[in-house]
């Protein structure tokens, strides 16, 4: 649901004025059953067993989305619109607080009822944080990652990244054939038989990254097989540098203008486009953290939407027990 100039007033401003003159009305009728010397009505009194049970209904709604957006009833046309459930989810949940408070008489009371207004809160404050990051990161994943990718993709992308890095190294560099050996041909390196024919799979085609026209001779350069070897295709494959190399764009220019340096000017064209390849995986690291964030708040909203409804069963049997 977005929260931007453009969407706000069709989708959100009759919700928003709709949850506010709701929270106003309330308060309003709650204050005229306060008196002079008395403490405030509590949840037995007509206003806060009213607004209790309001919100305790509330809370069954919000949880309800969660089955709602399962495949048994994402179809159902009968239950409306799914962006309806997510207006009316986000702007319900905030009314619930103001109801919950004037329900308790602005005091936790208990040990149970404060764990279940402390939990309330929480799982409120979780979904804003969700609701803040899921209007924030989207933007900032085009912006910082032009080149965005299919989440489940980034996998098999980044082994592509690191069989180009390691073709370009082999193009150029004498002997980089047996030290850049893929982990796949280790039964061929120790003499084991492998059983079955091997094959190519995915996306990726065997091709020259460095046209036939103007690739120089195959030249020495060991450090560059190192860096590939013990740097390089670490970074390409998890997109983790433990010494910290390729942490930003400056540091990953740097260390490749260091590269450059000591290497045949005859190998420079292949580091460039090693370069380039670090600059993507870089971005596609950078999406996988985004990506992490835009979800990882689900892990404390929805287990505490479950908590919470069982206290609330809970506080209702209780209140009806002894109450």
Not at 110 to 122: D, K, P, Y
Not at 281 to 305: C, N, T
Request: glycine share 10%; with cysteine.
């Amino acid at each position: 649901m977005l929260f931007d100039r453009k969407n706000f007033v069709p989708l959100h401003l009759a919700w928003m004025l709709g949850t506010l003159a709701a929270a106003i009305g309330a308060a309003v009728w709650y204050g005229s059953y306060i008196r002079a010397g008395r403490p405030w009505p509590g949840g037995g009194s007509v206003p806060g067993l009213v607004l209790g049970i309001v919100a305790g209904l509330i809370i069954l709604f919000e949880f309800a989305l969660w089955p709602r957006k399962t495949s048994f009833f994402r179809t159902a046309r009968w239950l409306g619109k799914t962006q309806t459930w997510m207006k009316a989810h986000i702007w319900l949940g905030l009314l619930v607080l103001p109801l919950a408070a004037l329900h308790s008489g602005m005091s936790f009371g208990g040990t149970f009822t404060s764990l279940l207004m402390w939990l309330l809160l929480i799982v409120v404050g979780s979904g804003v944080l969700g609701l803040v990051l899921q209007n924030l990161l989207p933007r900032l994943l085009i912006d910082r990652v032009p080149e965005e990718t299919v989440a489940s993709q980034i996998g098999e992308v980044s082994r592509q990244l690191v069989e180009d890095a390691r073709r370009l190294v082999i193009e150029v560099c004498e002997g980089a054939e047996e030290e850049l050996a893929p982990a796949g041909n280790a039964a061929a390196a120790t003499g084991k038989q492998r059983v079955g024919v091997s094959r190519h799979v995915g996306t990726v085609v065997p091709r020259s990254l460095v046209p036939e026209l103007t690739r120089p001779a195959r030249t020495t350069a060991p450090q560059l097989v190192s860096a590939m070897r013990q740097e390089i295709e670490t970074f390409l494959r998890s997109g983790r540098s433990s010494s910290g190399l390729f942490g930003s764009r400056t540091k990953t220019q740097q260390y490749f203008d260091d590269l450059r340096e000591k290497n045949p000017g005859t190998v420079r064209a292949a580091i460039d486009q090693i370069e380039s390849l670090c600059r993507r995986r870089r971005d596609l690291a950078l999406q996988e953290r985004l990506q992490f964030w835009l979800y990882a708040w689900l892990l404390v909203h929805l287990p505490l939407s479950v908590v919470l409804v069982v206290l609330l069963i809970g506080h209702v049997y209780f209140a009806l027990q002894f109450g």
